[in-house]
């Protein structure tokens, strides 16, 4: 398994992220960040999850705020 960020102890399946960097390649190949940090998160969370919830730190009325560990792993490695 590979770490996102050194230390973060979230870690995915190398096959994971090449997988999800395929499904959001650009016509000219390259990579759309926020489109990458939904693929990666769908590799964390079921769809229904995504869909009824928050990536804020703060609670939303009727939203599951996601673990914040991974949601800033994947963002910080994926917009920096």
């Known amino acids: 398994m590979t770490e996102l960020i050194l230390g973060s102890a979230v870690s995915l399946f190398p096959a994971d ?3 999800a960097e395929r499904k959001v390649r650009l ?3 390259s990579l759309c960040g926020a489109r990458l940090a939904q ?3 769908a590799t ?3 769809s229904k999850e995504l869909v009824g919830s928050t990536v804020s730190q703060a609670p939303v ?3 599951l705020v ?3 560990q991974v ?3 994947i963002t910080r490695e994926k917009f920096r």
Do not use: E, P, T
Request: glycine share 0%; proline share 0%.
């Open 17 to 19: 992220i090449c997988q």
């Open 27 to 29: 016509a000219d190949q």
């Open 39 to 41: 693929s990666l998160m």
């Open 44 to 46: 964390f969370w079921s």
């Open 61 to 63: 009325a009727d939203k």
């Open 66 to 68: 996601l673990d914040q």
């Open 71 to 73: 949601v800033n792993a």
